[in-house]
């Protein structure tokens, strides 16, 4: 079976300060995929990035990037100069490849921004 | 209107009665699910529906009853329920349930906050 742990249950920083969201999975496939959703207060959940374990590229999205590293299995998510705006929950998440489209959540990080 | 659309977006109810939760899609996906979220747990699956049948039930208790009448709707009946049971239910969508070569992206809608008194 798999797991999601992101063991920051919550993170409060101040304005333009950088934060890292923390996740490891766990996994016995060799192909699988990992998400990254934004759980705002409104509370649909939104997607940000998708990556399969195949590509171990960092990626950047404007203040957004994300560092995946097979060798630690862990899927970390860092905001750059962290805006009020980002305050939400953040769920990492894990797909298997081939066992349909269901997603296994971590049980989330909520960030709060202060100004 | 665009995205995932849920109603009631609140829901206060009593053990004895009997409600639905409506979901709606306007992307034109085929697979369609609703999770749990509770305060202390993580999000957790129901049921999926993929081209309106039933492919998951993960141990739901009876008192919920998922209802697919078409790819664009998805409902979820209560009725004798617990206060445990209070809850955010998220309703999403995607393209398709099985992608032999990927997975698709789950939509979500802004959930049904239920509380059972």
């Known amino acids: 079976a798999q797991k999601v742990t992101q063991a920051q249950t919550e993170i409060s920083v101040v304005e333009k300060e950088d934060v890292t969201l923390d996740c490891v999975y766990e996994?016995?496939?060799?192909?699988?995929?990992l998400f990254w959703y934004k759980q705002p207060p409104s509370g649909e959940l939104v997607f940000l990035i998708r990556r399969n374990s195949f590509d171990e590229q960092n990626e950047i999205s404007g203040r957004y990037s994300w560092n995946f590293q097979k060798s630690t299995s862990s899927f970390n998510f860092t905001i750059t100069a962290s805006q009020v705006v980002d305050s939400a929950v953040y769920f990492c998440?894990?797909?298997?490849?081939?066992?349909?489209?269901?997603?296994?959540f971590g049980g989330g990080t909520r960030l709060m921004v202060k100004p | 209107e665009t995205g995932v659309t849920q109603t009631p977006r609140h829901l206060v109810m009593g053990m004895t009665n009997k409600k639905s939760l409506k979901c709606e899609q306007h992307?034109?996906?085929?697979?369609m699910y609703w999770y749990k979220q509770s305060a202390k747990k993580p999000l957790e699956l129901m049921f999926v529906?993929?081209?309106?049948?039933?492919?998951e039930n993960n141990s739901v208790p009876s008192r919920f009853s998922p209802e697919c009448p078409n790819s664009s709707h998805l409902f979820l009946h209560l009725h004798t329920l617990q206060p445990e049971d209070s809850a955010l239910y998220l309703c999403?969508?995607?393209?398709?349930?099985?992608?032999?070569?990927?997975?698709?992206?789950?939509?979500f809608g802004a959930g049904s906050r239920l509380t059972v008194l």
């Open positions: 996994t016995r496939d060799t192909t699988y995929y």
């Open positions: 998440a894990l797909i298997r490849n081939n066992a349909g489209n269901m997603l296994t």
């Open positions: 529906y993929s081209l309106e049948e039933r492919v």
């Open positions: 992307l034109g996906h085929n697979a």
């Open positions: 999403a969508s995607s393209q398709a349930y099985f992608e032999a070569s990927g997975a698709n992206v789950l939509t």
